[in-house]
């Protein structure tokens, strides 16, 4: 197996397949509604929508990573703020979270495999293949989802009982 089918493979169980460890990411946000993804509970630094955001915004980077731009962090912010509570604002969110994997599910099937262990372009990096590399990215954005997905159900819970 490629590492790309590997990678696209590991992505595509925690989003909408079967990981061993429970409920994909999909499933879960599928059954928030919109009331519980902007409630914030007591002692909370974050409300659902906030942490999709923040998911949706570090997706977005890693792919402009793998598009050959340079590492940085997101363009929208590392916790945007997920203002008024909007049924269709939660819904867009979810929404575009999904466009976005399906984008970078593409880029990591069209990845060119003796690239995946190079590093990506960053600037922050003193000396030139010190950086991390396009695989250990992805691998990284995957661990990331599945921590906020954790939040996630937990916030859900409190929520909900």
């Known amino acids: ?4 089918e590997q990678l696209a493979q590991e992505l595509e169980k925690i989003l909408f397949g079967e990981p ?3 409920t994909p990411v999909y499933t879960l946000l599928d059954g928030i ?4 993804a902007f409630e914030k509970p007591a002692g909370s630094v974050h409300n659902i929508a906030g942490i999709v955001l923040h998911m949706l915004a ?9 598009n050959g731009l340079t590492a940085q962090s997101p363009s929208s912010g590392d916790w945007p703020e997920p203002g008024e509570p909007i049924e ?3 819904q867009n969110y979810v929404s575009d979270l999904k466009l976005l994997n399906v984008n970078l599910l593409g880029a990591i099937r069209n990845f060119p495999e003796e ?4 590093p990506v372009k960053d600037e922050r990096n003193i ?4 950086g991390v590399s396009f695989k250990t990215t992805v691998e990284g954005l995957i661990h990331h989802d599945i921590y906020h997905a954790a939040q996630v159900a937990l916030l859900n819970k409190i929520i909900n009982g």
Do not use: N
């Open 1 to 4: 197996m490629t590492t790309s």
């Open 127 to 130: 000396e030139p293949g010190t």
């Open 58 to 66: 570090w997706t977005e980077e890693v792919l402009d990573r793998m």
């Open 33 to 36: 509604s919109f009331e519980a």
């Open 115 to 118: 690239e995946w262990d190079l």
């Open 20 to 22: 061993w460890y429970g």
């Open 88 to 90: 269709q604002k939660w």
